[in-house]
């Protein structure tokens, strides 16, 4: 079975800067893993890099078995990778359909159906459909983000730091989202700041540190791991 | 009244709609391509002159002929695009705006050489105003003028609101980076840009040239009160560059009605402000109509002080 994303010992940075040095990461069918690592350690960085906005001087990037180094961001979205940026993920004087309509332009056909499902899929968008994009909550706006990227059909889903800036409830409620998004067959690539909670919907994740692997393993594992607990999961803070 | 509907009001809206035409090319291209076009006058001129070449040709009505001549811009507006704007494309903005000030150079040159630098009516003969509205008087031209810009500027709605590229020029105008991580065809927006920019400023030049005439110079003295539009429209946004069009165009005609006779402010034949020391006839133009162009300056320069993102919230500098 071929792995859906495969990053191999890949060295890449803005310019001249190397961010990444020799990182590791692959994502198989159906899986959600969740990358979290301190500020600076490249976590985003390793996303753009497959999005073709990155420099890379070495290493390999691979969808679905077939080799996709250095294509630029239009084709490895025609290709099935949908990414939400952290900040500025959605058209804001457009309508809340009409970025659904634009997250569909590499994949025109069959509109009708796959705005359905979307608002099937984010109930409370249907009603906003009409509204700017720039006039929803936080919250809302990372729904109408994601729904944007699904639009396509992606094979894999990027999200970047898809709760930062949002309120203890909707944090929650994104994470099901991830969730019920993962559970209709998309596999999820996921950096995120709030380790814990991530690490918790998460069927594999990785610790990164300075643009390297730090550790492996499955979200229990990572959570129990006394190293990360310390690092990054304020673990002092509940021994006490 | 009637002298005030007829000579300044009526003047004033066809003069507004020319301009209101050519800051939507200046707005969208700011709003889309990030930069100053200061060619889009002398695009305007080029167009003109196409159109007078092919009404010289046929004998037919420059409307008629307009179409043809706004797809010789427009597809010269997209070759320049490759060959001069292409390659800065993620260079500083400020190496655009100057290749676009050579351009503007280098279109007017070409003009010049093969159309001769004379004055050319674009229709022959007077124009006599329609009896059946009288007293308002207004000339066939001037109904075309409005009509056509109406028309044009519903077919810019329906092409922003209602078409898939539209919608996708306001997403790029929006937000370049998030277009194109989206995988929207950035390239095909930027040369719809042109399309719709250039047509645009075809027409208003030759809604122009119908109300006075053609010159080489046309666009070019165009360019201002078309940018101080856009501004005051709001950059980047397309319908706030139409308002713009309109309050500059009609601001500038009022600026030369006798205001102060009208106003009955003024008991004998002259008028003093006292402080200016200007003495002045009370019937005469509140302001000469040589400094009717100041005026589009002087809005320009006013919003750029106090409120530069414009009426509608458009980019700031």
């Keep these: 079975m071929n792995r859906v994303l495969d990053i191999a010992d890949l060295h890449a940075g803005y310019g001249e800067t190397e961010i990444l040095h020799g990182l590791n990461i692959h994502v198989d069918p159906s899986e959600i893993v969740v990358v979290v690592g301190p500020n600076g350690a490249g976590k985003s960085t390793a996303m753009k890099a497959v999005l073709g906005l990155l420099n890379i001087t070495s290493g390999t990037i691979s969808l679905e078995g077939a080799e996709i180094t250095d294509t630029p961001p239009t084709e490895v979205v025609t290709k099935g990778v949908s990414y939400v940026p952290q900040t500025h993920n959605v058209f804001v004087s457009l309508s809340v359909q009409e970025n659904l309509e634009m997250g569909a332009w590499t994949r025109p056909t069959g509109m009708a159906e796959r705005l359905d499902e979307m608002y099937a899929l984010f109930p409370d968008l249907a009603e906003k459909r009409a509204q700017p994009a720039g006039s929803l909550s936080g919250g809302q706006r990372q729904m109408v983000a994601m729904a944007k990227a699904l639009m396509v059909d992606p094979h894999i889903l990027f999200l970047d730091e898809p709760t930062a800036g949002l309120s203890p409830k909707y944090r929650g409620q994104i994470f099901e989202t991830v969730q019920r998004i993962n559970g209709t067959g998309v596999p999820v690539l996921m950096v995120e700041q709030n380790a814990k909670q991530a690490l918790g919907v998460a069927h594999r994740g990785y610790v990164l540190v300075d643009g390297q692997n730090r550790h492996t393993g499955t979200g229990a594992e990572l959570i129990a791991d006394p190293e990360v607990a310390r690092m990054f999961l304020g673990a002092r803070a509940e021994t006490a | ?317």
């Design chain 2, 1 to 317: 009244m009637w002298e005030f509907v007829n000579f300044y009001l009526m003047p004033g809206v066809v003069l507004g709609c020319i301009y209101a035409l050519g800051a939507i090319g200046i707005s969208l291209t700011f709003g889309i391509l990030r930069f100053s076009n200061f060619a889009h006058g002398d695009t305007m001129t080029f167009g003109v002159y196409v159109t007078l070449s092919l009404v010289l040709l046929s004998g037919l009505h420059p409307l008629l002929v307009a179409p043809i001549a706004m797809a010789v811009t427009a597809a010269m507006a997209i070759g320049i695009d490759k060959l001069f704007y292409k390659p800065f494309r993620n260079s500083p903005t400020i190496m655009l705006v100057i290749a676009s000030f050579g351009l503007m150079l280098m279109i007017r040159s070409v003009v010049q050489f093969f159309w001769g630098v004379q004055l050319q009516p674009m229709v022959k003969g007077i124009q006599m105003p329609m009896q059946e509205l009288r007293p308002f008087l207004l000339p066939m031209k001037h109904v075309l003028i409005i009509g056509g810009t109406v028309i044009l500027m519903l077919a810019v709605h329906f092409l922003l609101t209602r078409t898939r590229i539209g919608k996708a020029m306001r997403a790029v105008s929006d937000s370049p980076e998030l277009a194109r991580v989206t995988g929207i065809d950035t390239e095909k927006v930027i040369r719809m840009t042109w399309i719709v920019g250039s047509c645009l400023a075809v027409a208003a030049g030759v809604f122009l040239a119908m109300d006075t005439h053609v010159e080489t110079m046309m666009g070019f003295k165009l360019l201002l009160p078309m940018f101080a539009a856009a501004i005051l429209g709001g950059i980047g946004k397309p319908y706030g560059a139409v308002a713009g069009g309109l309050v500059i165009g009609i601001a500038e005609e009022l600026s030369a009605f006798p205001w102060i006779a009208a106003l009955g402010v003024c008991d004998g034949n002259t008028f003093t402000i006292s402080t200016l020391n200007l003495v002045s006839n009370c019937n005469a133009p509140l302001l000469n109509p040589g400094y009717k162009a100041g005026v589009a300056f002087a809005i320009m320069v006013a919003m750029l002080i106090w409120r530069p993102q414009g009426l509608f919230r458009g980019r700031q500098f």
